[in-house]
């Protein structure tokens, strides 16, 4: 990774701390985005960057103070919990805007600095609805399902520029995100503890993936030895799938 300038939003905390760190050990010079800054203060070896990834000003903005970029790993995303007939407009726009449009914006403005020397952006996407249907993820499933879309569109119309996009599909994985929702959904189902063993009971391994395991194929697939690999979605998921 030397001499790699890398992006990864959501760099505050989970997946995305992780991978920004094993980038940046692996000598890349690596830009932390998070729209946090509680997340942002304890970044080290990295250069953190307050920006909203949802703003199309901000992120054009920030994009505008690079001169090339090697590496985007985009993992900005929210969760609703419910059916389509739970989720307000109002809810289904707000998943729609921090999951999908974030990937628009970022994506977009990451691939003007790639055209002249190529590079690689890996999506992390889910295999939560957007791969296999699971229970009250109605609109994180929609949106998750096109950030997979996206990630195929970009992979085909940039090969001409040799820019790799591809997706990692993480299961149910610890993260202070996730936290949150156990303790929102141990409030109806009788405490918070009850919440955990419904998110472990429905990975195969019996388990909570970590945000490493899931940051080792991001790396992979940011790094040169992925580099005959582009427009695929790796799943990431403790058996889920089996």
């Not at 929210?78 to 809810?91: A, L, M």
């Not at 628009?104 to 992390?124: P, T």
């Not at 994180?140 to 790799?164: C, E, F, H, M, W």
Request: hydrophobic fraction near 40%; glycine fraction near 10%.
């Amino acid at each position: 990774m030397k001499n790699k300038i890398a992006i990864v939003t959501a760099a505050g905390q989970g997946i995305g701390r992780a991978t920004a760190e094993g980038l940046a050990e692996r000598g890349a010079t690596v830009y932390a985005l998070d729209n946090n800054p509680e997340t942002l203060k304890n970044v080290k070896d990295m250069i953190p960057v307050l920006v909203d990834c949802t703003d199309a000003k901000a992120v054009a903005k920030f994009f505008a103070t690079l001169s090339r970029v090697d590496i985007l790993v985009h993992g900005v995303g929210y969760v609703h919990h419910g059916t389509i007939e739970d989720c307000t407009p109002e809810e289904w726009a707000k998943t729609l805007n921090i999951t999908l449009n974030s990937a628009y914006l970022v994506i977009r403005e990451a691939l003007g600095k790639m055209k002249e020397h190529g590079g690689s952006i890996v999506n992390i996407a889910s295999v939560c609805s957007s791969v296999k249907g699971f229970a009250n993820r109605a609109a994180y499933g929609s949106a998750k399902g096109a950030v997979i879309g996206l990630t195929k569109s970009v992979a085909i119309d940039y090969l001409p520029y040799n820019i790799r996009c591809n997706a990692v599909n993480p299961g149910t994985t610890q993260s202070p995100s996730l936290d949150q929702r156990i303790e929102e959904l141990g409030k109806t189902v009788g405490g918070a503890d009850k919440a955990l063993q419904m998110f472990i009971d429905r990975q195969p391994m019996g388990r909570l993936g970590t945000p490493k395991e899931i940051a080792s194929m991001c790396i992979y697939l940011a790094s040169d030895d992925s580099s005959y690999v582009t427009g695929q979605c790796f799943n990431i998921d403790g058996g889920t799938l089996i």
